[in-house]
């Protein structure tokens, strides 16, 4: 198996989401299915999806399930995962508040500390963006208007600057929005190269471009860089991110479909709305 495929397996575990924190554990389902071994079972399913059926973009889907969920209610190496992370009774899109891929450096750290989450453990999660796509609308001011100054954003690359005018025409069609991929150099690979390229003024979000140069996270950058442990430690934050406020006791539940909450909690929420 791949490197990279292993991290996205070990990724989907965490998203299901020795020691134990609030509810979550290393091997939660274990025996909680007879003789079935959930973890086996959902192995298979990521690797049949990423090899056969070729869905190399599971790795970003994943990870972006992940931080979803802990941030609103409700290549790599192995690492062991806490499972056991329950879906909450309610779901309503006005309790989503995910940070804005324009928010500057020093308020993202108030965000992720507002978690619990270190600026450190910011950065390394930020770099799950060597994998996935973003969309020509949400870059179009940093190509075209920076800062309403009718030029591109003068912090990117002469390069990555040519790349997106030719993915990203100034009139954008009004049914095309073309997905760019965050990691212009590997981006069906999860690595460090995230951060080597946004060192050299080739982040695409402004988010991204700016942890290589603000003082509050370019030392951080610069030791990732140079860190051949990455692996480990982009693991322990994902780890870290997984125990973001678990639902605990009484508060989630494991639900019948992924897409909605149980019909019981459902109507439960209903009934309290009204009164």
């Known amino acids: 198996m791949s490197k990279a495929l292993v991290l996205v ?11 134990c924190f609030g509810e979550l554990r290393v091997g939660f389902y274990k025996g909680k299915c007879g003789r079935t071994d959930v973890e086996v079972v959902v192995k298979n399913v990521v690797e049949t999806w990423h090899i056969t059926k070729r869905e190399t973009a ?22 062991n995962v806490e499972t056991g992370r329950k879906d909450g009774k309610v779901s309503l ?15 993202s750290i108030k965000v992720f500390g507002n978690k619990n989450l270190s600026p450190t453990d910011m950065v390394y999660l930020l770099g799950g963006h060597t994998v996935g796509n973003t969309h020509c609308s949400l870059i179009q001011d940093r190509i075209y208007n920076f800062n309403n100054t009718g030029v591109h954003d003068p912090t990117m ?34 690595d ?69 909450v149980n019909k019981k909690s459902f109507f439960f929420g209903l009934f309290n709305w009204n009164k």
């Not at 972006?64 to 790599?76: E, I, L, P, T, W």
């Not at 899109?93 to 308020?107: G, H």
């Not at 025409?169 to 690979?189: A, E, G, H, Q």
């Not at 060192?199 to 942890?211: A, F, P, T």
């Open 192 to 260: 460090n190269s995230f951060f080597q390229e946004i060192q050299k003024g080739n982040g695409v979000l402004k988010i991204d471009q700016q942890l290589a140069l603000d003082g509050l996270t370019k030392k951080i950058v610069g030791d990732i860089v140079k860190d051949p442990n990455f692996y480990t430690k982009f693991g322990e934050a994902m780890v870290k991110l997984g125990r973001v406020e678990v639902l605990t006791d009484g508060q989630g539940e494991v639900r019948t479909s992924c897409r909605v």
């Open 58 to 79: 599971i790795a970003a889907a994943l990870l972006r399930m992940q931080f979803h969920d802990c941030f609103v209610n409700s290549g790599g190496k192995w690492y």
């Open 9 to 19: 397996v070990v990724l989907f575990f965490v998203a299901f989401c020795g020691e």
């Open 93 to 107: 899109a006005s309790n989503v508040n995910l940070p804005s891929p324009s928010i500057s450096v020093s308020d």
């Open 157 to 190: 690359s002469q390069w990555l600057f040519s790349e997106l005018k030719n993915k990203c025409p100034r009139v954008p069609s009004n049914t095309v929005d073309n997905p760019i991929p965050l990691d212009m150099k590997s981006p069906s690979f999860v």
